[in-house]
């Protein structure tokens, strides 16, 4: 009986200069996927390779023979010695994967937990596979059904909202003030990292400018260059708060730069416009009485920190009802499974069936001789539809088994029946017979649905 | 009055609210259907009214407030849709179901004009002030919610309207958007009014027509609207006024327009009873 494995490494098991060693992208996955499915031992495969993980989703017969082979392909394909890479490594088989894959398209297992992108890397890893002729039947159904997953986790859980990093949560606290950002200055004092981060995530909301002031004006200029602003010399920062709306304020200074009076002072040039301060610097750079000024948004980096925490705090909230669905999932998934074993037993019935039919009309040929073509025609319909009438209910039936033990209970039932011949193994037909057998390409009625 | 868009508008503010709260786009969706079939019902029932009586069925508070729940619905699903926007239903819809239940239970007929209003200045005169109070509704609604996300953001502690609302600047120029077209629409029906009104004394002797003047309730209230919504765009334009100011403005002229509706227009007015 073929079977789902998986052989991986991810941010929870390997250093990172592990991964990067493992990363598939490097050499090319078309390359990698050609590797894999060329092993014996692999009917189907996917290659899932990101920054946080390298994973291989194969069909195969056996797990053990395939762990050690697939350990073999990894090591000789990234040219990594067994030794250093064998404690890192973990795999799972059979509906151990489905599990494994559900929470890893939901977010769960990734670095930053609920962070939406991971779903769209498997859907691509998927593609890739799928255009190379890399997957079958098994494998498609485990991958769309891990898309599924993950999209109900993200529309009926909150798991990937919230920012989580204190210069996004500036971000988001930006677009939530002025909404698109396309139209409004941002001013940066102090040219430290923490000014760094942010004003990239600025800069991908599109902000119409940036300007970058520092004490050292060499600075202010290695950050403007960095970031795609112009940099502003120290004494401009006054009138430079009636045109900016976002202020990040990051410097070294023991005592505040900007204070309530010149902030106070420009309200009226800026004609009320809402003013956003982000002061990240401790010990602050700006007056904290500012803040109580109307339309001046003041938040220092405990404020940031205290939005952050309670983000995670919510988001860790909803992991457990992640949990829930990716488990609903899997077994709605592990049915399935069972239910596919139901398939030699259901194409062996058919053939039988196939077999009287066409039996029963050569031995008629004699009679229908007379017959026009058309009417010769009829016949053929005419049989072989009573054929698929006949089979349509137990095919179903046993197609809905969803318990392993019941499905070998039926098979063997049926066996003894009507004879047949003891089944052979889904994985030793082509796949073909198996995919016939799913969706048969039945005449008109349709035998399964 | 028929029940059914009452029960619809109902029916759609319970959907808001489930989205609203849950944040399920689900109920958000059937919210608006709902919603959108509790307009169309309606507007079927006006269409009807008007058929019987030969004009738009506006004569009496209960007839106008109909059509200004209507008028306020439709308002709304354009807003909403033009906007993308669905978390302002939950403060407005319920409100219109409230309305709604008025001409519902009041045992109301629609009956053909007085003489004193076949005018073609009493229709524009009614439709443009009912629209205007309309966009005053929408006005204040956006105004409510734009202090509640303001205040939220000002005490740094931010969760339930955060989540759920459009920013700040967003709601700010939608507040701008209906105060301007329901400011037009006002000055409008003022004028007009004041026009026909002038016209009716010379000709009419109903008592009702020869005491319209300034010191009537309904009269005076709604100069006063007109006053403090000039001046919300004045302070708008002129003074620099935003956000949560304008907000409240708006919140409290249309409060004038609701006291204006019910209280006055039931009991108090001696000239808009007809």
Known sequence: MSQLFLLGVSHHTAPVDLREQLDFARRGLPDALAAVIDRPACGEAVVLSTCNRAELYVRCDDAMETREDLVRFLGEFHDVDRESLAPHLYDFASVDVARHLFRVAAGLDSLVVGEPQILGQVKDAFTAASDAGCTGSLLNKLFHWSFATGKRVRSETELGQGAVSVSYAAVSLARKIFGSLSKHDVLLVGAGEMCELTAMHLRAQEVRRIAVASRTSGHATALADKVGGSALPWSEIEQTLATADIVVTATGSPTPIITRESIAAVMRTRRNRPLFIIDIAVPRDVEASAGAIEQVFLYNIDDLQGIVSENLARRSAQIARAEAIVAEEVDGFMAWLHSRRAVPTVVALRERFEAIRLAELKRLEGKLTPLTPADRARVEDVTRLIVEKLLLTPTERLKGLSSADTVRLYSEALGQLFDLESPRPAAQRPDDAVAEAEHPAAPKTSVTS | ?274
């Open chain 2, 1 to 274: 009055m028929n029940i059914a868009p009452l029960l619809l508008y109902a029916a759609a503010a319970v959907g808001y609210a489930w989205h609203f709260g849950k944040r399920s786009s689900r109920a958000g969706r059937a919210a608006t259907t709902m919603l959108a079939a509790a307009a169309l019902v309606h507007t079927f029932i006006i269409g009807m009214q008007t058929t019987e009586v030969g004009h738009l069925p506006v004569v009496g508070t209960t007839g106008a407030l109909s059509i200004f729940v209507w008028l306020s619905s439709i308002a709304y699903l354009y807003t909403e849709t033009t906007s993308n926007e669905r978390s302002m239903g939950v403060f407005i819809v319920p409100l219109l179901a409230l309305l709604q239940i008025i001409p519902t239970v009041s045992r109301y007929q629609v009956v053909a004009r007085p003489p004193v209003l076949e005018s073609p200045w009493f229709a524009l005169h009614v439709s443009s002030l009912l629209f205007a109070y309309a966009s005053f509704a929408l006005a204040c609604v956006i105004g409510i919610t734009y202090v509640l996300l303001f205040k939220e953001l000002k005490a740094k502690h931010i969760g339930f309207f955060y989540d759920r609302l459009p920013s700040l600047q967003v709601l700010d120029v939608m507040n701008a958007r209906a105060v301007t077209i329901g400011w037009t629409c006002l000055s409008v029906g003022l004028v007009v009014g004041g026009v026909w009104a002038t016209q009716a004394q010379a000709e009419f002797s109903d008592p009702r027509v020869q005491a319209m003047s300034v010191l009537d309730p309904t009269i005076f209230v709604a100069l006063l609207c007109w006053i403090v919504y000039s001046f919300e765009l004045y302070a708008r334009r002129a003074i620099g006024w935003t956000g949560w100011r304008t907000a409240w403005l708006s919140a409290i002229g249309f409060a004038i327009v609701l006291l204006n509706f019910l209280p006055i227009g039931y009991f108090l007015t001696r000239t808009h009873n007809f």
